[in-house]
């Protein structure tokens, strides 16, 4: 399942350091399994970074001067969209939510 989120706002407060500490704290809250740090880089006026999982990977570019910013969150398995939202707007007011149904045809003996 592919969790694409946007945001037409960012939090005053959103810093290299918020971001890689919702990417190390997101995947908890999800159920997923970390298998990297968070990767957090800052060139003005992008702030990104990733962190990869046991089931895929949490991704976000900000854009400060388009005033935009954009979470990817995939996996191989199934996600509730209304926790993934709930978690996204902890780091990032969420405008827009896109959910994909991919990858689901690889679990076994679950529902989609």
């Not at 990104?48 to 400060?64: K, P, T, W």
């Not at 709930?86 to 045809?105: A, K």
Request: charged share 20%; hydrophobic share 50%.
């Amino acid at each position: 399942m592919h969790v694409l989120l946007e945001s037409g706002i960012y939090p005053a407060g959103l810093s290299e350091a918020s971001l890689r500490f919702w990417l190390t704290e997101a995947p908890k809250r999800l159920g997923f399994v970390r298998i990297t740090p968070a990767i957090v880089e800052w060139r003005p006026p992008i702030l990104a970074g990733i962190v990869l999982l046991a089931e895929s990977h949490i991704s976000a570019h900000i854009n400060f001067a388009a005033r935009r910013g954009w979470i990817d969150v995939f996996t191989c398995g199934i996600m509730e969209r209304g926790i993934v939202v709930d978690t996204v707007n902890e780091i990032l007011p969420v405008t827009e939510c896109v959910v994909l149904e991919r990858g689901l045809e690889f679990l076994q003996g679950e529902s989609t």
